[in-house]
């Protein structure tokens, strides 16, 4: 029995050493960003990224909740279309708003997360034409609070799993 609490105290004391660190050296800001080639022109691609009702159809946490309430707002494809969503504790509540568009290059965006916790980010769509094809790179910057810096990896790695599936998603939809 000592040698196990000798070794769960190990672990412990690791953990807390690495959340030590971690809050102190790990920045503050974050980026993610994943870049797929579709095999389709530049402006077919747009027709899946140039509104909030088109992003949606392939944006990974709408399918996260079944019962997912989601309003929209402004001018489908202009600056001020958004959304505000509502839903289970996996995608919680918040909205999101374009606030830049170049046609068939770039759509920026804004969210607002409300729940679980408050807080903010920039998300862009970037289209570039690669050979016969589009790439299309979806980049997320936001910042993580002190207490929260232990979790960037996992945070890190969770968004890029979200991004592929989503990219993915609107790789098939760009191709048929």
């Given amino acids: 029995m000592k040698k196990f609490l000798k070794i769960v105290g190990v672990i412990l004391a ?12 790990v920045d503050s800001k974050a980026h993610n960003e994943q870049s797929i080639v579709i095999n389709a022109p530049k402006e077919k691609v747009w027709q899946n990224v140039n ?3 088109a992003f949606n ?4 946490w709408m399918k996260m909740d079944p019962k997912l309430v989601v309003t929209y707002k402004g001018a ?3 600056v001020g279309d958004g959304y505000h969503w509502k839903g289970n504790d996996d995608v919680g509540e918040g909205e999101q708003e374009i606030t830049a568009i170049v046609p068939n290059e770039k759509v920026a965006t804004k969210m607002h997360f409300i729940e679980p916790m408050n807080d903010t ?5 970037l289209l ?13 910057d936001y910042e993580i609070e002190t ?9 890190t790695w969770q968004m890029n799993k979200s991004f592929s599936k ?4 609107l790789k098939e939809l760009a191709e048929k």
């Avoid at 690791?14 to 050296?25: E, G, R």
């Avoid at 570039?128 to 997320?140: D, P, Q, R």
């Fill in 14 to 25: 690791i953990f807390i050493a690495y959340c030590a660190i971690a809050m102190l050296v």
């Fill in 51 to 53: 509104s909030m009702k």
């Fill in 57 to 60: 159809t392939w944006n990974p």
């Fill in 76 to 78: 489908s494809g202009e």
């Fill in 121 to 125: 980010a920039t998300s862009d769509l």
């Fill in 128 to 140: 570039a034409t690669e050979g016969a094809g589009t790439k299309v790179t979806w980049t997320i």
């Fill in 147 to 155: 207490v929260f810096k232990p979790m960037k990896p996992m945070m």
């Fill in 166 to 169: 989503g990219l993915g998603k």
